[in-house]
C-alpha cells in the first residue's frame, strides 16, 4: 500500500473535516443571533434575559427588552426589512449583526456571545456610514488659513481667516454660528459644516473669517459687566466686530463683506445688516423665521413622538407649551414668575427674542439677501421658509432657494430627519457651496 497517498488522504480528510465543524459551528452562532434577534422584535424579555451574562443580568431586567423594538419603530417608523447576517472578528471577538431598514433611519442589530455561548453585547446602533470622501479638501496650492482674534468688549474669540491664494481684494463671507457653545467650525459630531464652507468658498476665489463663539470660550461668564444676556451679547456684537476686521484687512474687498448665519445665526443676519449698515449681503441658512419658543415646542413635540408616547412624555410637552405661552407673557400681568423659563435662560433674553421679528427687520433692509433652507429639516422647517417668503413677498433684493434632500446641517437624506444623522459624517454638498459662491458673485442662482 501506498502510504503517501493514505497519508495525503487523511490530512486532505481533516482539512474538510475541520471546515465542516468550522461552518457548523458558524451556523449555529448566525442561528442563535437570529434567535436572539426573534426575542427582540417580539419583545420577549425575558427570553433574551436569561441568555445573558451573569454580569449584564446584575446591571439589567427583562423590562429593558420588552419594549425597546416597539420604542425603536415609534422612532424610526415601521421595519422595512432585515439584511443578511454578517460576521465581524474584533480583537480576537465575533461580532453577529444584521442591518434593519426602517422607514425613516437605517439601524444595525448587533450581538456576540461569551465562551459559554451567553450573550455579552446586544446593541441596536446606526448602520456605519460608508467612508465619504469630503468635497471640501484643504488644498494648500489654492487656500491658506491665518490665525485672527475677534475682540469685542475685552473679549477675545480665536479664529481662522481662510484665504484662495494668488488674489487680492476679495469678496468675504463671515460666518455666524447657531444656538449654543459652538467652534469656528460649528462642529457637530463628525461634520464641520462651517470648515466646509470655508473651504468651499475659498476655491471659488472667496475669503471666508469663521471663529470661536463667545459661549465657548468664556462659559457663563460672557456677558459683559453692565449688560444683560441677550442676543446681541450672545451673537450679534462679535459679528460686528467681525466685520469691522475684515474691513481693516488688505486681502479684503471692503466693498464685499457678506454675512451667512445658521440657524440662530441667520435669524439674527437681519439683525447684524440693520447695525452694521457697512455689508454687501447677508445669507440665512435655515434660519428662523417664528418665535423661538415656538420652535422649542414643536421640536419637543417632533422628538418625543419619536422615542415615546408615555403619559409622562406627554406631561413634558405639556410642561414645555406652559413654560412657552408665559414666556410670552413676559412684561405684562399675565407673567407668572413662578414658571420656570425655557432652557433656564433669563428673562432679559426671552424678552429680547419677543421684542426681535427678523422678518419684518429683513423687510426694511435693501441689500440683497439670499434665504436658504433644507426640506427635511425638523428645528427649522418649512413654515419658516414660508414666512419670510410671505413676508418679503415683492422683495427684488431677495432671493429663496431650498433643497429637497437637505436636512438641518445640510446633510443629504430621504424621509423624516432624525437626531442621529447629525452623528453620521457627510460635508455640505457642492451645490450648496455654488449657491453661496453665485450669490456672493453677483450671478444667477
Known sequence: MNY??????????????AQACSAIAQDLSFQRAQKVYDFLVGGQGDSIYVNLTKELQAQLSPAVFNETFDKTEQQ??????KGEWQKEVVQGHSLYYADMKFERYNLRFLVSFDKDQHINT???????????????????????????????????????LTLPLGKTKVPVVILVHGSGPNDRDETIGPNKPFRDLAWGLAKHGIAVIRYDKRTRIYGESF?????????????VDDA???????????????????ILGHSQGGTLAPRIAERSKELAGIILLAGLARPLEDAIVEQTTYLTALSDTSTAAKAKIATVKQQALNIKRIGTADFDAKVPLLLNIPSSYWAFANAYKPVKVAAKLSLPILILQGERD??????????????????KNVHFKSYPK??????????????AEYGQPSSIPDYVVNDVASFVRHKNL
Not at 223 to 234: K, S
Not at 408 to 419: N, T
Request: hydrophobic residues 40%; neutral net charge; charged residues 20%.
Open 4 to 17: 503517501s497517498v493514505i497519508s495525503k488522504w487523511a490530512l486532505l480528510v481533516g482539512i474538510l473535516l
Open 378 to 395: 425638523y428645528q427649522v422647517t418649512m413654515e419658516d421658509f414660508g414666512l419670510w417668503r410671505t413676508g418679503l413677498i415683492g422683495h
Open 122 to 160: 446586544l446593541r441596536l446602533m446606526p448602520v456605519p456610514a460608508e467612508p465619504v470622501k469630503s468635497t471640501a479638501t484643504y488644498d494648500k496650492t489654492k487656500i491658506s488659513e491665518q490665525d485672527i482674534t475677534i475682540e469685542t468688549d475685552g473679549f477675545k474669540l480665536p479664529g481662522t
Open 240 to 258: 460686528l466686530s467681525a466685520i469691522k476686521l475684515a474691513k481693516s484687512r488688505v486681502e479684503i474687498a471692503t466693498d464685499s463683506v457678506y
Open 406 to 419: 437637505l436636512n438641518h446641517l445640510m446633510q443629504e437624506g430621504s424621509g423624516k430627519s432624525v437626531p
Open 223 to 235: 456677558v459683559p459687566v453692565g449688560r444683560q444676556m441677550d442676543f446681541d451679547v450672545e451673537t
Open 76 to 81: 424610526f417608523g415601521k421595519l422595512q426589512s
